[in-house]
């Protein structure tokens, strides 16, 4: 495959341990994609994070890199392990326990998308699905490692934010009455990804900026947060998911009105968040 399996903004200077994901903001959908399915192109895209890397590109001017997908999350999902195969989609994929993601049809190569609209005419052979997890999914995840290996080596610890919008009708869905409707939902598995004052300073930086926080409802983390939140290696991984009404129009997929003050907004959160732990704690022998 000719695409490159992800784009990386670096920052001139390194002087955050922070590191920037957006996994699901791809938007390159191969011709052999598109001529297996029926669906239309909103229809695919619906499953996407439009917009999200544009939203959180000012990382690398305040120090932290940026990593984000080039392969649209209908096409490979990098938040599942690669593991998760879709037998009901993937000829040969053998069931490995019950798994409620793959049975609902949202494994590493999703069936459908949004409101179960089935992606794909007919299925997919083993080797197309390999051929997606060792060009796209494995170099991805390999990047995201080594990432954190040097905020680890550079500052002692690594904080990795994985960055995600929501649609809106979830965030209504999820509101109660004793509470507003949240505008930010920070993920980190209810405290096993990342330390309380890692993740109070996150919402600091989004509460300052006069947005709604809540906490791991309806959306407590996946798999990136999962596999790279081990705060007692000092490594913290929080998931950062995002009400798409605020910056986008849902059903045409484009930006809104807002789109251009949001992102002004979202850039003083950037810099609040690239500063936690910016300081490097081992520095070179002179």
Known sequence: M?????????????????????????????????????????????????????LFSAAADFGAPMISAVMPRAYLDLNRSAEELDPALIQ????????????????????VVANGRAIYRGKLTMDEARLRIDTCWRPYHARIKSLLAESHDAFDQAILIDCHSMPHEAVAMARNTKSKRPDVVLGDRFGASASAEVVERVESAFAAAGLNVARNAPFAG?????????????????????????????????????????????REVVREISEIGNEPLRLAAE
């Open 2 to 54: 000719r695409n490159a399996p992800y784009v990386l903004d670096m920052p001139a200077n390194r002087t955050s341990c922070v590191v920037f994901s957006s996994p699901h903001s791809g938007r390159n959908y191969p011709e052999t994609m598109l001529s297996r399915t029926g669906l239309s192109e909103n229809v695919i895209r619906s499953s996407e994070d439009a917009f999200v890397d544009q």
């Open 92 to 111: 040969g994929a053998r069931r490995h326990g019950h798994n409620p993601r793959v049975a609902s049809g949202l494994g590493v190569i999703p069936r």
């Open 222 to 266: 996946a798999y990136v947060t999962q596999t790279y939140g081990r705060p007692g290696r000092h490594q913290h991984a929080i998931q950062i998911e995002i009400d798409r009404s605020l910056y986008m129009d849902e059903e045409r997929i484009e930006p809104n009105g807002n789109f251009a003050a949001f992102q002004d907004t979202l």
